[in-house]
Every structure is written in C-alpha cells, then in structure tokens.
C-alpha cells in the first residue's frame, strides 16, 4: 500500500522560495510517475509537475516552467518540488500524487493517479 506525506508548505512573499517535501512509504516502482498536482478554492486540481521515477521524462505546467523543479531522492523514496520565484497565483494546497504506469497524458490530469496524500498549504502574499 502507498502512502504519501507531504510537508514543507507555508506562508511567503511573493518573490519567495519554498521547498515541499512528499515522503512515500511502500516500495516505488521504477515504472512509475510521481507528480504534484495543486488546487485552489473553488478552482480544479491541476498538475504542475511529474517524473518518470525510472528517469528521463518530466512535465512542467507552463505556468510553472523556470520557477518550480521536481526531483527525488531515491535512497529517501523522498519527492521534492522546488518552487522559487513565488507568485500569489501560486497559492494552493499541493498535494503528492504517484501512479504505476509507463506513460501518462500531458498535461498530467488527476485523473490518472491512484495515490496521494493529505496536502501541504501554499499561500504567497503580495
């Protein structure tokens, strides 16, 4: 059984940086994506970045490309998601989210992850 923790969010100014932390228990396969995905009030959850953990593929929203970097720590089974360069468009609880499968759409759709955790809250001021 997967379980996913995330940590790291917090308060900010815009300009920012934060550092979210998703801690996964249970074994990952390397043919499998790991995402964040995000959500606001009253908005969707929409992605904003995946890895194939066997490596080579990523995804970024566009709205995120240059600012946010995924990455993992495979001797953690740790995900990360850098996100610098803050904007108050970014607030939103993040959750981490993981799926075993080869391949999966982009843009990368909740729809097509199985797992993820409680969330971490994200809120940049102006």
């Known amino acids: 059984q997967v379980q996913l923790v995330e940590s790291g969010g917090g308060s900010v100014q815009a300009g920012g940086s934060l550092r979210l932390s998703c801690a996964a228990s249970?074994?990952?396969?390397?043919?499998?994506?790991m995402a964040w995905f995000r959500q606001a009030p009253g908005k969707e959850r929409e992605g904003v970045a995946a890895m194939y953990v066997g490596g080579g593929r990523t995804y970024y929203a566009d709205s995120v490309k240059g600012r946010f970097t995924i990455s993992r720590d495979s001797a953690k089974n740790t995900l990360y998601l850098q996100m610098n360069s803050l904007k108050p468009e970014d607030s939103a609880m993040y959750y981490c989210?993981?799926?075993?499968?080869?391949?999966?759409?982009?843009?990368?759709?909740?729809?097509?992850?199985?797992?993820w955790g409680q969330g971490t809250q994200v809120t940049v001021s102006s």
């Open positions: 249970g074994y990952t396969y390397s043919w499998s994506y």
């Open positions: 989210e993981e799926e075993r499968v080869l391949r999966v759409r982009y843009p990368i759709q909740d729809a097509d992850f199985s797992y």
